[in-house]
């Protein structure tokens, strides 16, 4: 294995990292909503409030030599905070009209100092090392500043220039949805944790959980979420009992803003960005992109009361170059071997990947328009420094139109001729067959959160009680059609092996002029049918409350208890229908409207695939398919009589993709904070019992095998988990942290696993008459995926301009389970009698995902001006994994969407009003599905992407900020079936997009 033989070498190449490689950390972000220091240092707690409020604090060493700081535990302003933090010290805090804090002796009134004594400590707001390293927990974070500087559309993007995140651009999320349409997006909709894919993660908005709008697995998309407005984004990567138990990638949180990160009085944003993309422009599109967008924040003179709203509209367009050979081989079986053996199986002792021969390939041009929009709000009371009221609300808007227009290009009459009587076979492509399709992947996406709460603090109490709302949706109504030259009889004559030849991993068929030219003359291909319509719709609503309380004890040893409770239920729902009209050609000959005649083209592209195939495409009108659709339909074909989902009956169309569920969750925790010298210690647990139940559709059959009205069923699941857990830090000073930790979690399956639908087949009168009976059903009694976890770290910084870390993990999984779209998985047939099998999905064995994870930035202050704006930053993740997806097999896989290798590399130059960084992202190869073609799996090729950002802030106050994502122009999506096989590749082009933006805070 080979990263079993690299190990100590890559362990060794990630320790010396981190000097030159790391974070991106930013060194101005907004005021905490509150303020907390637990340290008895004095001047070490002076430095870390200076860091959280960003303001300097000036102090003698003489003065706070010996003296120890009290304690402060959320305090609601930073006057309240060394209030507290002074309170048994003697000494008070002033403000200079300049805001520079100055600590003294009470009745002092600035009196001589030793010269030389003076400390001066400047605050560095938001330092995404200097949270790191406070955190109880492992965390890497993304601020304010961070997020402004990438050139991304969406905070997945962003979200991979951390360590240990992935993301995925191929995560289709629906019934009609595949792999490539979703990444023909252009941008990443799905993030993976330490190889582990989005189902196995948390995420949060203001600490609520977030709805899973997806009907097919409990990953959260992303991709509706703009950068801008996010406070913050902080990933959690091991955990603690106060955090819910059902995550083992980790725990992503994107924080907004409130009007207690500002000052008093009223203060503002106000955003505008705009950009261009090279694809669209290549396509002849000159579509201007852009995103408004700003918010306000007043707070009360007397800092108890505020109120922060913002909004944003984001409206941009797309043009992207598909070249698939995927689909065409795992779904219209559009492939050969090249040495094949009688039976027509890939001939023995040749690597099938390899073996492998593309018979057809899908060229398109997507095109589409992305509408986003939403906001916040929060309302905030703070009273006193006991008594704190909270509401928080957040929304989320996408609309996303996608038109998809194919030239596919497929071979008819394939075959095999022997070589000699060598008993070996070659392909023989006896025609050609080509074919236009037209798809649309519409998707409209809704997410949004509520919450509100009360912090009370009496004597040594802290309760926090919350109450919270959170709703997701994810609807799409696809439609089709294609047209076929020919549609009945035989293409033209072809008789060769192979269909194409390849330049740089581009597939091209070799095809004489005369064969190019019934390609390329698509208008006179012969329609198909009036199209095809599938709707669905899925969402799911959660509420609950919970109770968070902590008992300071403030002893020698244990300081604090905390504990809680929590009740938590879901609501979601599912349904799919497919309306296929009939064919519209005669069966017999052929004959029908051809594209050119059918009224459904609107336009055209000078060039289907700009730079790879230069030929001319029509452009279908979605309106005039929903015509052609709706006019068959008032012609006599009832939708009652084309609605073909899953079956034969109508009710059973009708009701077979359809299903409720509810889910509730009963947790509570305990957890104590200890510390020994400098040593902090905290364990705990936490219990969570789950209630599911599901409602769905048996489509059944009489004895002879002829199918039956179907019935609504349910089934019910529970599952218990009691998660211990233990956490070490160990601070030999205010700048290192050394960490240990061990945890246990889970993952609950995704709903259609459980419960999807259950289809009866009997014959021979049935099991209960001497025939057979046959049963595909959900499986109620999957496991949880259950996970130990261990990490450790090492984490340094310095708070000014130098900061590293170096961790390591390992996960040991049990119960494995994965999920995938409108299919149950690890399908496995078990005769339950002689006469009766039913095919459920089953857990897979054991597992484990392990890594290493390396970050460092540093700033060269050190040098004299200009020259100490320079800066080198990055991370480097590397990972492997196992899994058994059978259980009891010796057979292990890796886990999808899980790369071996991912880095960051950033180059920066940070001085004054000027910002400029040039950062490469690379994300190694990963499994993206198990057994795609003839049990081979399918790879996500590595991918790099090179990002460059400029920015000025100008002496009137206006941030501009010009950025270039993806410089180099590299393919944002590449598979290939076999990891080293490239035969049949898809890609995706998506181009460089260019961006201006300006911001005005006041």
Same mark, same amino acid.
């Given at each position: 294995?080979?990263?079993?033989?690299?190990?100590?070498?890559?362990?060794?190449?990630?320790?010396?990292?981190?000097?030159?490689?790391?974070?991106?950390?930013?060194?101005?972000?907004?005021?905490?909503?509150?303020?907390?220091?637990?340290?008895?240092?004095?001047?070490?707690?002076?430095?870390?409030?200076?860091?959280?409020?960003?303001?300097?604090?000036?102090?003698?060493?003489?003065?706070?030599?010996?003296? +120890?700081?009290?304690?402060?535990?959320?305090?609601?302003?930073?006057?309240?905070?060394?209030?507290?933090?002074?309170?048994?010290?003697?000494?008070?805090?002033?403000? +200079?009209?300049?805001?520079?804090?100055?600590?003294?002796?009470?009745?002092?009134?600035?009196?001589?100092?030793?010269?030389?004594?003076?400390?001066?400590?400047?605050?560095?707001?938001?330092?995404?090392?200097?949270?790191? *390293?406070?955190?109880?927990?492992?965390?890497?974070?993304?601020?304010?500043?961070?997020?402004?500087?990438?050139?991304?559309?969406?905070?997945?993007?962003?979200?991979?220039?951390?360590?240990?995140?992935?993301?995925?651009?191929?995560?289709?999320?629906?019934?009609?949805?595949?792999?490539?349409?979703?990444?023909?997006?252009?941008?990443?909709?799905?993030?993976?944790?330490?190889?582990?894919?989005?189902?196995?993660?948390?995420?949060?908005?203001?600490?609520?959980?977030?709805?899973?709008?997806?009907?097919?697995?409990?990953?959260?998309?992303?991709?509706? !979420?703009?950068?801008?407005?996010?406070?913050?984004?902080?990933?959690?990567?091991?955990?603690?009992?106060?955090?819910?138990?059902?995550?083992?990638?980790?725990?992503?949180? $994107?924080?907004?803003?409130?009007?207690?990160?500002?000052?008093?009085?009223? &203060?503002?944003?106000?955003?505008?960005?705009?950009?261009?993309?090279?694809?669209?422009?290549?396509?002849?599109?000159?579509?201007?992109?852009?995103?408004?967008?700003?918010?306000?924040?007043?707070?009360?003179?007397?800092?108890?009361?505020?109120?922060?709203?913002?909004?944003?509209?984001?409206? &941009?367009?797309?043009?992207?170059?598909?070249?698939?050979?995927?689909?065409?081989?795992?779904?219209?079986?559009?492939?050969?071997?090249?040495?094949?053996?009688?039976?027509?199986?890939?001939?023995?002792?040749?690597?099938?990947?390899?073996? *492998?021969?593309?018979?057809?390939?899908?060229?398109?041009?997507?095109?589409?328009? %992305?509408?986003?929009?939403?906001?916040?709000?929060?309302?905030?009371?703070?009273?006193? =420094?006991?008594?704190?009221?909270?509401?928080?609300?957040? $929304?989320?808007?996408?609309?996303?139109?996608?038109?998809?227009?194919?030239?596919?290009?497929?071979?008819?009459?394939?075959?095999?001729?022997?070589?000699?009587?060598?008993?070996?076979?070659?392909?023989?492509?006896?025609?050609?067959?080509?074919?236009?399709?037209?798809?649309?992947?519409? #998707?409209?996406?809704?997410?949004?959160?509520?919450?509100?709460?009360?912090?009370?603090?009496?004597?040594?109490?802290? %309760?926090?009680?919350?109450?919270?709302?959170?709703?997701?949706?994810?609807?799409?109504?696809?439609?089709?059609?294609?047209?076929?030259?020919?549609?009945?009889?035989?293409?033209?004559?072809?008789?060769?092996?192979?269909?194409?030849?390849?330049?740089?991993?581009?597939?091209?068929?070799?095809?004489?002029?005369?064969?190019?030219?019934?390609?390329?003359?698509?208008?006179?291909?012969?329609?198909?049918?009036?199209?095809?319509?599938?709707?669905?719709?899925?969402?799911?609503?959660?509420?609950?409350?919970?109770?968070?309380?902590?008992?300071?004890?403030?002893?020698?040893?244990?300081?604090?208890?905390?504990?809680?409770?929590?009740?938590?239920?879901?609501?979601?729902?599912?349904?799919?229908?497919?309306?296929?009209?009939?064919?519209?050609?005669?069966?017999?000959?052929?004959?029908?409207?051809?594209?050119?005649?059918?009224?459904?083209?609107?336009?055209?592209?000078?060039?289907?695939?700009?730079?790879?195939?230069?030929?001319?495409?029509?452009?279908?009108?979605?309106?005039?398919?929903?015509?052609? $659709?709706?006019?068959?339909?008032?012609?006599?074909?009832?939708?009652?009589?084309?609605?073909?989902?899953?079956?034969?009956?109508?009710?059973?169309?009708?009701?077979?993709?359809?299903? &409720?569920?509810?889910?509730?969750?009963?947790?509570?925790?305990?957890?104590?904070?200890?510390?020994?010298?400098?040593?902090?210690?905290?364990?705990?647990?936490?219990?969570? @019992?789950?209630?599911?139940?599901?409602?769905?559709?048996?489509?059944?059959?009489?004895?002879?095998?002829?199918?039956?009205?179907?019935?609504?069923?349910?089934?019910?699941?529970?599952?218990?988990?009691?998660?211990?857990?233990?956490?070490?830090?160990?601070?030999?000073?205010?700048?290192?942290?050394?960490?240990?930790?061990?945890?246990?979690?889970? %993952?609950?399956?995704?709903?259609?696993?459980?419960?999807?639908?259950?289809?009866?087949?009997?014959?021979?009168?049935?099991?209960?008459?001497?025939?057979?009976?046959?049963?595909?059903?959900?499986?109620?009694?999957?496991?949880?995926?259950?996970?130990?976890?261990?990490?450790?770290?090492?984490?340094?910084?310095?708070?000014?301009?130098?900061?590293?870390?170096?961790?390591?993990?390992?996960?040991?999984?049990?119960?494995?389970?994965?999920?995938?779209?409108?299919?149950?998985?690890?399908?496995?047939?078990?005769?339950?009698?002689?006469?009766?099998?039913?095919?459920?999905?089953?857990?897979?064995?054991?597992? &484990?995902? #392990?890594?290493?994870?390396?970050?460092?930035?540093?700033?060269?202050?050190?040098?004299?001006?200009?020259?100490?704006?320079?800066? !080198?930053?990055?991370?480097?993740?590397?990972?492997?994994?196992?899994?058994?997806?059978?259980?009891?097999? =010796?057979?292990?896989?890796?886990?999808?969407?899980?790369?071996?290798?991912?880095?960051?590399?950033?180059?920066?130059?940070?001085?004054?009003?000027?910002?400029?960084?040039?950062?490469?992202? @690379?994300?190694?190869?990963?499994? =993206?599905?198990?057994?795609?073609?003839?049990?081979?799996?399918?790879?996500?090729?590595?991918?790099?992407?090179?990002?460059? @950002?400029?920015?000025?802030?100008?002496?009137?106050?206006?941030?501009?900020? $010009?950025?270039?994502?993806?410089?180099?122009?590299?393919?944002?999506? @590449?598979?290939?079936?076999?990891?080293?096989?490239?035969?049949?590749?898809?890609?995706?082009?998506?181009?460089?997009?260019?961006?201006?933006?300006?911001?005005?805070?006041?």
């Amino acid at each position: 294995m080979i990263f079993g033989s690299m190990r100590v070498r890559l362990l060794a190449t990630a320790m010396i990292l981190p000097i030159s490689f790391g974070l991106f950390c930013d060194v101005s972000v907004a005021q905490p909503t509150s303020y907390s220091v637990d340290t008895s240092d004095l001047g070490s707690a002076l430095s870390i409030l200076a860091d959280e409020s960003g303001r300097t604090i000036t102090y003698s060493a003489s003065v706070v030599a010996g003296k +120890r700081a009290t304690r402060v535990d959320h305090a609601s302003t930073l006057e309240a905070a060394l209030t507290t933090l002074l309170g048994q010290t003697g000494l008070v805090a002033t403000t +200079r009209p300049d805001g520079t804090i100055v600590i003294e002796t009470a009745g002092s009134k600035g009196g001589a100092r030793i010269p030389g004594d003076d400390i001066v400590v400047t605050g560095e707001r938001g330092n995404a090392a200097a949270i790191a *390293l406070r955190s109880n927990t492992l965390v890497s974070v993304l601020t304010e500043t961070d997020i402004a500087r990438a050139p991304d559309t969406n905070v997945t993007e962003t979200l991979s220039r951390l360590p240990g995140v992935s993301i995925l651009y191929g995560g289709a999320q629906n019934s009609n949805g595949v792999s490539i349409d979703f990444a023909a997006r252009g941008e990443g909709n799905l993030v993976a944790l330490r190889g582990l894919d989005a189902e196995y993660n948390i995420d949060l908005i203001d600490g609520v959980e977030v709805a899973q709008g997806r009907p097919y697995s409990r990953g959260v998309e992303l991709n509706l !979420l703009p950068p801008q407005g996010m406070q913050r984004i902080a990933v959690s990567k091991s955990f603690s009992p106060d955090q819910d138990g059902d995550a083992i990638g980790g725990i992503i949180d $994107f924080r907004t803003p409130n009007a207690f990160d500002f000052g008093p009085g009223l &203060h503002g944003s106000m955003f505008v960005k705009g950009s261009l993309n090279s694809q669209e422009a290549a396509y002849g599109q000159q579509n201007l992109n852009y995103v408004v967008g700003g918010g306000l924040s007043w707070r009360s003179r007397d800092g108890t009361f505020g109120v922060y709203a913002s909004g944003y509209y984001d409206h &941009h367009k797309f043009a992207n170059t598909i070249i698939d050979g995927e689909y065409p081989a795992s779904v219209n079986g559009q492939y050969a071997w090249a040495v094949a053996d009688a039976n027509g199986n890939s001939a023995p002792g040749v690597d099938p990947s390899k073996n *492998l021969v593309l018979e057809g390939l899908d060229i398109g041009a997507t095109m589409g328009d %992305v509408k986003r929009y939403g906001g916040n709000l929060s309302l905030d009371w703070r009273p006193s =420094s006991s008594v704190s009221a909270y509401l928080n609300a957040t $929304f989320a808007n996408s609309k996303v139109t996608q038109d998809t227009q194919y030239l596919q290009l497929y071979g008819q009459n394939d075959g095999y001729v022997e070589n000699g009587t060598t008993g070996t076979y070659s392909p023989v492509i006896g025609n050609i067959q080509p074919r236009y399709y037209f798809t649309t992947e519409p #998707e409209t996406s809704v997410l949004g959160t509520v919450s509100a709460g009360v912090n009370i603090r009496s004597d040594r109490w802290t %309760v926090k009680p919350q109450a919270f709302l959170s709703w997701g949706i994810d609807d799409a109504d696809h439609i089709e059609v294609s047209a076929r030259q020919p549609e009945v009889g035989n293409g033209p004559a072809y008789g060769a092996s192979s269909l194409f030849t390849y330049a740089n991993g581009i597939p091209y068929p070799t095809l004489s002029a005369a064969q190019m030219a019934v390609v390329q003359n698509i208008g006179a291909y012969v329609q198909r049918r009036a199209g095809e319509i599938s709707p669905e719709a899925s969402n799911q609503t959660k509420y609950g409350g919970k109770i968070d309380a902590a008992y300071d004890v403030g002893g020698d040893i244990l300081q604090r208890i905390a504990f809680g409770v929590k009740i938590s239920s879901s609501v979601r729902n599912h349904e799919y229908a497919d309306y296929e009209t009939g064919k519209v050609f005669n069966s017999t000959t052929g004959a029908g409207p051809t594209l050119a005649q059918s009224g459904l083209l609107n336009g055209q592209v000078n060039a289907i695939a700009p730079g790879f195939y230069n030929f001319p495409a029509p452009l279908f009108s979605e309106s005039a398919l929903f015509g052609a $659709f709706n006019q068959a339909v008032a012609n006599g074909q009832s939708l009652a009589s084309i609605i073909d989902t899953c079956s034969n009956l109508v009710i059973n169309n009708q009701n077979c993709d359809t299903q &409720h569920g509810t889910e509730t969750v009963y947790a509570a925790y305990v957890l104590a904070n200890l510390k020994v010298a400098d040593v902090e210690i905290t364990p705990g647990a936490r219990f969570e @019992h789950t209630f599911i139940k599901n409602r769905y559709w048996v489509t059944p059959t009489d004895g002879s095998g002829n199918e039956l009205p179907g019935y609504f069923s349910s089934s019910t699941t529970k599952y218990d988990k009691f998660l211990p857990s233990i956490q070490v830090n160990y601070r030999p000073n205010t700048t290192t942290v050394v960490r240990g930790s061990v945890t246990t979690s889970y %993952v609950r399956p995704a709903f259609f696993q459980l419960g999807g639908g259950e289809q009866i087949q009997e014959s021979g009168g049935g099991a209960a008459n001497g025939g057979t009976t046959s049963i595909t059903i959900g499986n109620p009694n999957l496991k949880a995926i259950d996970a130990v976890n261990f990490d450790t770290s090492v984490e340094w910084s310095n708070n000014r301009f130098a900061s590293a870390s170096l961790g390591g993990f390992y996960k040991s999984l049990r119960n494995f389970m994965y999920s995938q779209v409108n299919n149950y998985t690890n399908l496995t047939a078990q005769n339950e009698t002689g006469s009766t099998s039913v095919t459920t999905p089953l857990n897979g064995g054991d597992g &484990h995902v #392990e890594g290493i994870e390396a970050s460092g930035r540093i700033q060269f202050k050190m040098m004299p001006a200009p020259f100490d704006g320079l800066g !080198l930053g990055g991370n480097v993740t590397i990972e492997h994994s196992s899994v058994h997806l059978v259980a009891g097999s =010796s057979a292990t896989d890796r886990l999808l969407n899980q790369p071996d290798f991912a880095a960051n590399a950033l180059l920066f130059y940070y001085r004054g009003p000027i910002m400029a960084d040039l950062t490469l992202t @690379h994300t190694g190869a990963y499994v =993206s599905q198990y057994n795609d073609i003839a049990n081979i799996d399918r790879w996500a090729q590595a991918n790099n992407k090179v990002d460059l @950002h400029l920015g000025y802030v100008t002496p009137v106050g206006v941030r501009v900020d $010009f950025g270039i994502a993806n410089l180099l122009n590299t393919a944002s999506y @590449h598979t290939t079936v076999g990891q080293y096989a490239d035969t049949i590749p898809s890609f995706v082009f998506s181009g460089r997009t260019f961006s201006l933006a300006l911001k005005y805070s006041f």
